[in-house]
């Protein structure tokens, strides 16, 4: 079983930061894309930033700049670093990895979901 776990939201003044954290366990192989994801109430759920595993980055335009996707292979975790936070980053931030299981775990490629966590910034 693979499991993601999302930490690092909260209730931030404009302009302030937060990272959000996205840790992956169980029989894990190898961790590939990885992406982070926003949904703000009554909107559909939109990419923000995403992170192959040649390093290269992604960006929404309109977190270029402010946010930055980042990895460490070590603890199997991808986090978000969020700068200059404005009320139009409000929303449920939610962490996807595209997760090769362990061969021993039978050595499926497939994407996971994290819970989700809230972002609320106020203006």
Partial sequence: QVQLVESGGGLVET?????????ASGSIFSLNVMGWYRQAAG????????????????Y??????????SRDN?????????????PEDTAVYYCNVRI???PFAG?????YWGQ????????
């Fill in 116 to 123: 989700g966590t809230q972002v609320t910034v106020s203006s």
């Fill in 74 to 86: 070590a603890k199997n975790t991808v986090y978000l670093e969020m700068n200059s936070l404005k």
């Fill in 15 to 23: 302009g302030g930061s937060l990272r959000l954290s996205c840790a």
């Fill in 60 to 69: 929404a335009d309109s977190v270029k700049g402010r946010f930055t996707i």
């Fill in 107 to 111: 050595g499926n490629e497939a994407n």
């Fill in 43 to 58: 909107k559909q759920r939109e990419l923000v930033a995403a992170l192959n595993s040649g390093g290269s980055a992604s």
């Fill in 100 to 102: 090769l299981a362990h």
